[in-house]
């Protein structure tokens, strides 16, 4: 073969090789808890111009090895592209998969449908996150003035015990409009599952919220989650996110000392995914930064409530549980699960809380009052007041799972925990880059 004939050989070689719209992904799940539960994983991929094209334009995927044909690919959506070329994308584990699983990521003849949407109402200026048009939640970004209030119609009173501190006063104190929250969130029958603004001792519990009864900036105290002294205002600083795979909100908000001084700069991100049969994810990562000296938050009289809060509807057959492996143990687990047959359910159906152990503190106390529909992981540890750093944030990650049924049995709890903290999960460190 003449030297003219091997340089147009290679040529075209090198051709394909760049626009080539495949390549293989190798997936290790041994213990099964990725495929077992469909949860979501992140993989850093190397990808060409033509791949990168169908990441850009909702047409990536996957295919298992002995599959073909657009109707049986997975979605993949791009999630981060770094400086080196490198991109990370986003999936659901396919089912019953475990061991070690070759795909081959491809372009689809036409893109994805974008299933998950996440947009800001042009009137309220709040944030609704659906999946194909059906609402999942709301954040709230922007003021709830007891007006505004989301309810159940058909909501139980709530069974709060009224003491002899309490008056009218010192409950109306409480009932002071707020934002940077959570509510409604719907379950997967579209069973509204948070309780906003409650009848009784508590208007200034609020859906799924994060907040502490004291901080304390020098010599002073505010209560952010009781909505005195201190509160958490938009600064409009939005992305959001829509995709095939999840949707995301990622908003910034200033604490306001008095309502005038800012003294803390809190990021959020909200990425919720496409619902598997069974149960959804939610993942809730949050970032503390402190703008001046000397501040502090902890728990109400630093052993009971604060940090993730989570007020839910109050269900027929309420069953609470959550469970902190031993001390010793490794891993050391940690899970709550709050279910029961909700307005517009017709079966039971639940919300789980997992804790990430990159949490400071962890685990954190689990807090319960099954009264007020109540279950917790508090933070910081009791007995302690965590200081705010303007060097290096405080970072607390959780992760959210509605699902249908009951409790759900431990060796799913504990599969859907090591999902969480698998090697491939999404882990969100973007979050660190943020100013």
């Known amino acids: 073969m003449s030297l003219t004939k091997i340089l147009i ?16 992904l190798t997936i290790d799940d041994p213990n099964g808890e990725l495929s077992e539960t469909q949860a979501p994983v ?6 060409n111009d033509a791949l990168a094209s169908a990441g ?15 109707e049986n690919m997975i ?5 981060e592209t770094s400086g080196d070329g490198t991109s990370k994308i986003v999936l659901l584990m396919p089912g019953q998969k475990s061991g070690s699983s070759t795909f081959t990521l491809r372009k689809s003849a036409a893109p994805f449908d974008e299933v998950m949407t996440a947009s800001r109402d042009s009137k309220t200026g709040q944030i609704q996150i659906k999946e ?4 999942i939640l709301q954040y709230n970004y922007e003021t ?5 209030v989301i309810r159940l119609e058909e909501a139980k009173e709530e069974q709060y015990r009224r003491t002899k501190e309490d008056t009218f006063v010192t409950v109306s104190r409480y009932a002071v409009p707020r934002s940077d929250y959570i509510h409604p969130l719907y379950g997967l029958e579209g069973e509204m599952l948070t309780r906003d ?12 919220f994060w907040a502490w009864p004291e901080v304390e900036f020098g010599s002073e105290r505010a209560d952010i989650y009781a909505l005195q002294r201190i509160f958490a205002r938009p600064t409009d600083e939005v992305q959001l996110t829509s995709g095939p795979v999840f949707a995301q909100i990622v908003a910034e908000n200033l604490w306001m000392w008095e309502d005038s001084l800012p003294i803390v700069r809190e990021h959020s991100v909200i990425r919720v995914y496409r619902a598997t049969p069974e149960s959804r994810v939610i993942d809730l990562t949050l970032k503390f930064t402190a703008l001046k000296d000397s501040i ?14 989570l007020r839910m509807q109050t269900p027929d057959e309420q069953d609470i549980s959550y469970h902190t492996a031993e001390a010793d143990s490794e891993p050391l687990r940690a899970w709550s699960d709050f279910n029961g047959l909700f307005e517009g359910a017709n079966k039971k159906t639940g919300l789980m809380v997992l804790q990430h152990s990159s949490n400071p503190d962890y685990p954190g106390k689990w807090v319960e009052y099954p009264d007020l529909a109540w279950v917790q992981p508090t933070f910081p540890e009791p007995n302690t007041r965590y200081p705010l750093s303007k060097e290096k944030p405080l970072i607390l990650r959780y992760r959210l799972i509605t699902h249908k049924g009951g409790r759900p049995e431990q060796s799913i709890s504990i599969q859907r925990w090591d999902a969480y903290h698998n090697k491939v999960a999404p882990d969100y460190s973007f979050i660190q880059e943020i100013n």
Do not use: F
């Open 296 to 309: 502090t938050i902890a728990t109400r009289r630093t052993d009971s409530y604060g940090g993730l809060n």
């Open 132 to 135: 194909n048009g059906e609402q």
């Open 75 to 79: 979605p993949a959506q791009l999630d």
């Open 144 to 148: 709830i003035y007891e007006e505004d």
């Open 56 to 70: 850009d334009q909702a047409s990536l995927g996957i295919l298992d090895g002995s599959a073909s044909g657009d």
């Open 197 to 208: 603004w409650p009848e009784g001792g508590h208007p200034h519990h609020r859906g799924i």
């Open 42 to 47: 992140s993989l850093n991929v190397q990808l």
């Open 9 to 24: 050989y290679l040529l075209i070689l090198g051709t394909y090789a760049c626009t080539s719209n495949t390549r293989e």
